[in-house]
């Protein structure tokens, strides 16, 4: 019985952590649960915070704007300038009358050619005529006064020697002759004016030439000098050779020298095209046009080309600066002036301003203000503002 009762304890004491036993595994189970729910939450925090970011920068590519972008179109250093020009005479002379009368005849209408001394024209000039025929009458008066002088000086200076007369009396005989030989030479003074005046009453042509206008008619009254109505008698042109006027922006005017070639063209003669050289320049620029004036020769020895006629210059110069161009809507116009928006290497716009040169219709000619290296807003936005961030895409990359 003492080993029954022993045993009895024993077994009890290896049967009673049983239940310990069986509550573990739930106790796992919550612990796992507990954790997987854990790592759901903070992975549903990860997700909708990189949405939240996602959407962040989503916005903030959106706000800045995506611009494309080109570059300056270099020009060829040799430039064919096409200018407007008119032509003009070498030389011209409006011919106005010398004397005061009436015309009696005329020799030479408008589109004659004249050469150089031949007579135009005749007027008649009663009133000279006979001013001049005074005139003649009182140097003969003033003559025979001076000689008489002369004859009484030679008797009282014989007088003299011979201590007849006194050296006063001598004095103012001699005297008197001096005075008569002044009188006559004012006279004759007088005739070769008014001869002179009267030699004005033919007209002639100053040099050879073409009348390219007549402004008088038989019995025109004439008034000397260049005032009242129809003051030019005619008006004479030289046209062989004739001067062509262009005027050369400034930018060019350094490659543009006498010598330099040139060729017109005129509407009048489509596909024609006349040589001649750069004769001269002003050596000036023009403060309100900013341009040099420049005068081409060109040879017109049978006649074509016609005073006041409307031309296109070509003048081949070498042009010394970087030229560029760009088209119309690269370009900014706002108040202060044309603007280009420039993408720089921080990806952000600036405004430079640029200065335009000829127009060539969809693109025009940059002078100065930007680089030909530099990257140039294409179609850009008027809202677009110094600083400005942008996103850019070379013309032809984009989709």
């Given at each position: 019985m003492t080993q029954e009762s022993i045993s009895v304890p024993e077994s009890r004491t290896e049967t009673s952590p049983q239940p310990a036993s069986r509550k573990k595994p739930g106790f796992l189970g919550i612990g796992i649960i507990a954790l997987l729910l854990l790592v759901g939450a903070a992975m549903a925090f990860a997700l909708r915070l990189g949405e939240r970011r996602a959407l962040a920068n989503e916005t903030e590519v959106l706000a800045v704007p995506s611009v494309i972008v080109i570059q300056p179109k270099l020009e060829s250093p040799e430039q064919g300038l096409v200018l407007p020009s008119s032509l003009e005479a070498y030389t011209q002379s409006p011919i106005y009358a010398r004397t005061n009368g009436y015309v009696a005849r005329w020799y030479k209408d408008i589109g004659s050619h004249v050469e150089k001394g031949q007579l135009l024209a005749d007027i008649d000039t009663p009133e000279v005529d006979q001013q001049l025929?005074?005139?003649?009458?009182?140097?003969?008066?003033?003559?025979?006064?001076?000689?008489?002088?002369?004859?009484?000086?030679?008797?009282?200076?014989?007088?003299?020697?011979?201590?007849?007369?006194?050296?006063?009396?001598?004095?103012e005989r001699s005297s008197g002759y001096t005075q008569g030989q002044a009188a006559l030479a004012s006279a004759a003074a007088n005739v070769r004016r008014l001869e002179q005046t009267e030699s004005f009453k033919h007209i002639y042509a100053p040099f050879s030439g073409v009348i390219t206008r007549r402004n008088t008619d038989i019995g025109a009254l004439i008034n000397a000098g260049n005032s009242g109505s129809n003051q030019e008698l005619f008006v004479v042109a030289k046209i062989n050779p004739i001067r062509v006027y262009v005027d050369v922006p400034e930018i060019y005017a350094p490659s543009v020298r006498p010598g330099l070639s040139a060729t017109i063209e005129l509407p009048a003669f489509p596909g024609q095209h006349f040589s001649g050289s750069v004769a001269r320049t002003a050596e000036s620029i023009d403060p309100t046009t900013r341009t040099l004036r420049t005068e081409i020769d060109v040879p017109n020895n049978d006649g074509k080309l016609f005073p006041g006629s409307y031309a296109q210059a070509h003048i081949g110069v070498k042009v010394a600066t970087t030229r560029m161009s760009v088209p119309v809507n690269a370009l900014l116009f706002r108040a202060e002036g044309p603007r280009a928006a420039v993408v720089g290497a921080d990806g952000k716009v600036h405004l430079k301003?640029?200065?335009?040169?000829r127009d060539y219709g969809t693109d025009v000619e940059i002078l100065s203000g930007i680089d030909p290296s530099e990257s140039i807003v294409l179609n850009p936005s008027d809202s677009l503002e110094e600083g400005q961030p942008v996103h850019a895409t070379r013309e032809g990359n984009h989709s």
């Amino acid at each position: 019985m003492t080993q029954e009762s022993i045993s009895v304890p024993e077994s009890r004491t290896e049967t009673s952590p049983q239940p310990a036993s069986r509550k573990k595994p739930g106790f796992l189970g919550i612990g796992i649960i507990a954790l997987l729910l854990l790592v759901g939450a903070a992975m549903a925090f990860a997700l909708r915070l990189g949405e939240r970011r996602a959407l962040a920068n989503e916005t903030e590519v959106l706000a800045v704007p995506s611009v494309i972008v080109i570059q300056p179109k270099l020009e060829s250093p040799e430039q064919g300038l096409v200018l407007p020009s008119s032509l003009e005479a070498y030389t011209q002379s409006p011919i106005y009358a010398r004397t005061n009368g009436y015309v009696a005849r005329w020799y030479k209408d408008i589109g004659s050619h004249v050469e150089k001394g031949q007579l135009l024209a005749d007027i008649d000039t009663p009133e000279v005529d006979q001013q001049l025929q005074q005139a003649r009458a009182a140097r003969s008066q003033a003559e025979a006064q001076m000689n008489l002088a002369k004859t009484s000086a030679d008797r009282w200076e014989t007088l003299r020697k011979m201590d007849a007369v006194a050296q006063q009396e001598a004095d103012e005989r001699s005297s008197g002759y001096t005075q008569g030989q002044a009188a006559l030479a004012s006279a004759a003074a007088n005739v070769r004016r008014l001869e002179q005046t009267e030699s004005f009453k033919h007209i002639y042509a100053p040099f050879s030439g073409v009348i390219t206008r007549r402004n008088t008619d038989i019995g025109a009254l004439i008034n000397a000098g260049n005032s009242g109505s129809n003051q030019e008698l005619f008006v004479v042109a030289k046209i062989n050779p004739i001067r062509v006027y262009v005027d050369v922006p400034e930018i060019y005017a350094p490659s543009v020298r006498p010598g330099l070639s040139a060729t017109i063209e005129l509407p009048a003669f489509p596909g024609q095209h006349f040589s001649g050289s750069v004769a001269r320049t002003a050596e000036s620029i023009d403060p309100t046009t900013r341009t040099l004036r420049t005068e081409i020769d060109v040879p017109n020895n049978d006649g074509k080309l016609f005073p006041g006629s409307y031309a296109q210059a070509h003048i081949g110069v070498k042009v010394a600066t970087t030229r560029m161009s760009v088209p119309v809507n690269a370009l900014l116009f706002r108040a202060e002036g044309p603007r280009a928006a420039v993408v720089g290497a921080d990806g952000k716009v600036h405004l430079k301003a640029v200065v335009i040169g000829r127009d060539y219709g969809t693109d025009v000619e940059i002078l100065s203000g930007i680089d030909p290296s530099e990257s140039i807003v294409l179609n850009p936005s008027d809202s677009l503002e110094e600083g400005q961030p942008v996103h850019a895409t070379r013309e032809g990359n984009h989709s």
